[in-house]
């Protein structure tokens, strides 16, 4: 069983930069990780996604070129970096780990789950 512990949300004005941590309790080095977001009453959606290498990475195209996922496998531990931040990036960010070390942009397709972090972005 691997626990996600996800950190370093916040409340940021627009423009602004924050970076969320995702530990993982037990090595994850052969884990797909990925970033998911929930805005109030909406559907939780894909962020961005890191293979286990983190060679390859996927974004959603309403973060790409703002955000960047990476990866410290030496620490159990995936980042978001995320820049010129908006308002509509308001959302609890959860991390999540893939028993499969590909990227995956779909939930389903994750098996282990933190419990979220907020990110407040005013405009």
């Known amino acids: 069983q691997v626990q996600l512990v996800e950190s370093g949300g916040g409340l940021v004005q627009a423009g602004g930069s924050l970076r969320l941590s995702c530990a993982a309790s037990?090595?994850?080095?052969?884990?797909?990780m990925g970033w998911f977001r929930q805005a109030p009453g909406k559907e939780r959606e894909f962020v961005a996604a890191?293979?286990?290498?983190?060679?390859?990475?996927s974004y959603a195209d309403s973060v790409k070129g703002r955000f960047t996922i990476s990866r410290d496998n030496a620490k159990n531990t995936v980042y978001l970096q995320m820049n010129s931040l908006k308002p509509e990036d308001t959302a609890v960010y959860y991390c999540?780990?893939?028993?499969?070390?590909?990227?995956?942009?779909?939930?389903?397709?994750?098996?282990?789950w933190g419990q979220g972090t907020q990110v407040t972005v005013s405009s």
């Open positions: 999540a780990a893939r028993r499969i070390g590909l990227v995956a942009r779909e939930a389903y397709d994750y098996y282990y």
């Open positions: 890191i293979s286990w290498t983190g060679g390859s990475t």
């Open positions: 037990d090595t994850f080095s052969s884990y797909a």
